[in-house]
């Protein structure tokens, strides 16, 4: 008989217990809502979604293990055992002194960089996450995104684009390391693509900002996956636990940014963790004045026993296989209907090169937003444009759309929700639309905001320029 470990097929890691009803629609009625949502995904009631794939954050199933803790949650206002579980879980797992609770990943951010940072400060690291990069600069500091040269190149296939680059940190450090606050690195670096940092980039950085007495936080969104790139990638880790490889990731750093809505696998939450007493004591200050109390921070006791369950969930080695295989499997399904794709597949996205799939589609007529539309109008599958939408902007002076670096599609697997056959479905809709790609259009946009237009502009199609 064959030892079941032998098996190339890699399942899902759970069985379902409970389960929420899919809404079929027809395309027609798809055509009518993306009109009426003025042509933006995020407009769209998620009940017309047939496969969510905006983000991974929040958007997770809970454990059987997570909804017990739910009902074990103390709603104490202060000294709540659940907190004293969460706190334990953590500092088990990350060797920081100081944690404090916080809503969601962004307010661990505000806070942060609130008591840290201001005018005339720079914030370097790999890639700055969109909100991360908001919070350093509304206090008026520079952020700076120093990632490795392989990042720049989406076709190119190297086992740690999310590395940051110690050449130009270290120049950056030469210059002006009295005006560096801390240096940031992402695990793993969602706006490159999801790419793993590894062990020895984060051990070289840790030297390097000794030498300048400069800290180094991690932002510890991805983490377990991270992790499980380092086992699976870095030679000298496939024997060790991502447990094991996980703290040696934290012993590097001086504290954490968490956003718990990704690898706590929770709907909601995250936290900060420090070392330093002096950042611990200011931060709890305001958290008070604007979280909540230092035990709960804006969170339910229910919800930080799901965070401390989730933490220790998602390090299991089966599940991180699988979650890793999930979207590699995704990625080999839309390179082989011959669309390219930032290589290798993430963590927890696959991205789309939509630039490099529409070439009939000019940078200003949104080939992102395009390709969005037109996977929703095929499949019901909801993605989000990570490209001219998001970061480019009008020239006040032209009126001119002007263009971001690149124009990808992120398709965000949400962690335990969605099977195999789901997935083959997403990939079935990416094929049918990779053979049809020149009937599908360019966009403008109708009108924005003033800040953060992919979530509230309105846009409309226009015709298709021919290829
Ligand atoms: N850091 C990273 C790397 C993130 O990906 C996010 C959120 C945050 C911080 C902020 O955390 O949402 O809990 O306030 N990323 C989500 C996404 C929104 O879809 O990638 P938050």
Not at 70 to 96: H, N, P, V
Not at 247 to 252: L, V
Not at 313 to 328: F, G, K, N
Not at 373 to 393: K, N, Q, S
Request: charged share 25%; glycine share 10%.
């Amino acid at each position: 008989m064959t030892a079941p470990d032998s098996f190339k097929t890699i399942i899902e890691p759970f069985k379902i217990k409970t389960v929420e009803p899919l809404r079929m629609t027809s395309r027609g009625e798809r055509a009518a809502f993306l009109k009426e949502a003025g042509y933006n995904l995020f407009r769209i009631a998620s009940a017309n979604v047939l496969i969510d794939l905006l983000t991974d954050s929040g958007t997770g199933a809970m454990s059987s293990e997570q909804w017990a803790g739910m009902m074990r949650g103390d709603e104490a206002y202060a000294g709540s055992s659940s907190f004293y579980r969460f706190e334990e879980t953590i500092k088990e797992l990350t060797g920081f002194r100081h944690v404090i609770p916080t809503h969601q990943g962004r307010a661990a951010e505000r806070i942060l960089f609130s008591v840290t940072s201001g005018p005339g400060k720079v914030i370097p690291g790999n890639h700055h996450f969109d909100t991360t990069r908001a919070n350093i600069e509304v206090t008026g500091a520079e952020a700076l995104d120093l990632p490795c040269r392989e990042a720049v190149d989406p076709s190119l296939s190297a086992p740690f684009k999310g590395n940051i680059d110690l050449e130009r940190l270290e120049s950056l450090l030469q210059d002006r390391a009295q005006n560096v606050p801390m240096c940031i690195i992402t695990l793993t670096d969602n706006t490159g693509g999801g790419q793993p940092v590894s062990l020895r980039n984060l051990r070289d950085a840790r030297t390097l900002l000794n030498q300048h007495g400069v800290p180094l936080i991690l932002d510890a969104a991805r983490f377990a996956e991270n992790a499980m790139f380092v086992k699976m990638r870095e030679p000298g880790n496939a024997d060790r636990t991502p447990r094991e490889i996980a703290r040696e990731q934290f012993s590097y750093a001086d504290g954490c940014m968490m956003s718990a809505k990704k690898d706590g696998i929770a709907n909601i939450g995250g936290f900060l963790a420090l070392n330093n007493d002096s950042w611990a004591e200011r931060a709890r200050q305001l958290l008070i004045l604007t979280e909540g109390f230092t035990t709960y921070g804006g969170l339910a006791g229910r919800d930080l026993e799901a965070i401390a369950q989730g933490l220790e969930e998602v390090l299991h080695e089966d599940y991180l296989r699988y979650r890793l295989r999930s979207a590699e499997y995704l990625g080999d399904g839309i390179r082989n209907a011959g669309i390219p794709i930032v290589e290798p597949p993430g963590g927890h996205a696959v991205y789309i090169d939509a630039r490099a799939m529409l070439r009939h589609i000019p940078p200003d007529l949104l080939p992102g937003q395009a390709l969005s539309c037109a996977l929703y109008v095929e499949g019901g599958v909801r993605t989000i444009e990570v490209g001219t939408v998001m970061f480019g902007h009008i020239d006040p002076k032209t009126g001119q759309q002007v263009a971001a670096d690149k124009d990808l599609v992120r398709l965000a697997l949400p962690r335990r929700v969605y099977t195999q056959s789901h997935i083959d479905y997403v990939i079935e809709v990416a094929e049918s639309l990779a053979r049809n790609r020149a009937a599908i259009g360019g966009y403008r946009i109708v009108s924005e905001p003033a800040a953060l237009r992919h979530f509230t502009g309105v846009f409309e199609p226009v015709e298709a320029v021919p290829g």
